[in-house]
């Protein structure tokens, strides 16, 4: 199996309690986006501030065609004199009340990473997700996303973790991560917290990676009502 989509991750400003509107708002573009831009969201996300930055929200996107879907939305946007979609100006004024701004990164996926649409008709859902942003020796990230298919995958799966995506940023030197897995409860979450120190496979995971891995940083996110990957909280 190969996955040859080019991915969008945007890191998105909230501007005070405005979280829940915006995750409505961004969702309800899904529509828009897949029929006018090829563009299918994965999921969109609550930052737990606890565990890093907030208020912030997360967007996941696939671009459906890959570079060549890239090339034509930029196209779309810039080629004009105001570099701006006309047709988004109403939806971009509405955003602005919710978000001051944020952060992107266009990634190519690991080999065995799913589609967007596998994710969805499969109802993958998760009370939270884990997300991890891996910082690598330049040069390594395609490698470790092998790493990631070849053994980290069955990890998750023995803590009942499901891989959503693992993600090489494409405009830094093969030196960044992102990888982010479903977890069925909170409590899945914390068994993992109180046992990956000890558990030996875990370790030994640890010690693979030893000389490409300079550091990492992770965070939870809660699936926001509205997103196509759900959030299975009662």
């Given at each position: 199996?190969?996955n ?10 909230i ?5 829940a ?24 996300f609550?930052?737990v501030?606890?565990t ?11 671009f459906?065609?890959?570079w ?24 971009w ?7 001051s ?9 690991s ?101 490409i891995?300079?550091d990492?940083?992770?965070k ?15």
């Open positions: 199996m190969t040859e989509c080019v991915y969008l991750h945007e890191t998105i400003d501007v005070g309690q405005g979280r509107a915006y995750n409505e708002h961004m969702c309800a573009y899904i529509p828009t986006a897949i029929q006018e831009r090829r563009l299918q969201m994965v999921g969109n609550s930052t501030g606890t890093d930055r907030w208020p912030e929200s997360i967007n996941l996107w696939e459906l065609d890959g060549d879907g890239v090339a034509r939305n930029f196209a779309h946007e810039f080629n004009n004199a105001v570099h701006q979609d006309k047709n988004l100006v109403p939806w004024t509405e955003a602005l009340k919710h978000r701004g944020g952060l992107d990164r266009l990634m190519l996926a080999a065995q990473t799913p589609r967007a649409e596998q994710l969805h008709s499969r109802g993958v859902t998760g009370e939270c997700y884990y997300h991890e942003i891996v910082q690598l020796k330049p040069g390594t990230a395609t490698r470790y996303l092998e790493m990631i298919d070849e053994q980290r995958t069955e990890i998750g799966a023995s803590y009942d973790w499901l891989l959503i995506g693992a993600y090489r940023h494409a405009f830094v030197n093969d030196s960044e991560a992102i990888v982010v897995w479903a977890v069925p409860t909170w409590q899945h979450w914390a068994e993992w917290e109180h046992k990956r120190s000890s558990d030996p496979v875990m370790r030994r995971w640890l010690d693979s990676t030893e000389g891995v300079i990492w940083r992770s939870l996110l809660a699936a926001s009502a509205q997103s196509p990957l759900g959030n299975s909280a009662p």
